[in-house]
């Protein structure tokens, strides 16, 4: 099983990025999967989930309305928009699937 995230970078104060997750060794389109973040000092921490089908998601309170996860079985990848991104969004990002995880990708939020 493998997991490569991408698309992290320095971003202003209401800016966008989007992530992105490139899954294989697995039978992508069976599991769900999720994005987590860790920021420095913290805990990481579940921020979306996709169900297998991608017709059901979920958020953490602190991304909802801010964050979407989507997901493409043909290319196996996962992806996460984020806009209206605030300091306190940096972190490492990471995807996780399988019980596996990616190696992350840095965020970060400054003006």
């Known amino acids: 099983v493998q997991l490569v995230e991408s698309g992290g970078g320095l971003v202003q104060p209401g800016g966008s990025l989007r992530l992105s997750c490139a899954a294989s060794g697995f039978t992508f389109s069976r599991y769900g999967m999720n994005w987590y973040r860790q920021a420095p000092g913290k805990e990481r921490e579940l921020i979306a989930h996709i169900s297998s089908t991608g017709r059901s998601t979920d958020y953490a309170d602190s991304v909802k309305g801010r964050f979407t996860i989507s997901r493409d079985n043909g290319k196996n990848m996962v992806y996460l928009q984020m806009n209206s991104l605030k300091l306190e969004d940096t972190a490492v990002y990471y995807c996780?699937?399988?019980?596996?995880w990616g190696q992350g990708t840095q965020v970060t939020v400054s003006s």
């Open positions: 996780m699937g399988v019980a596996a």
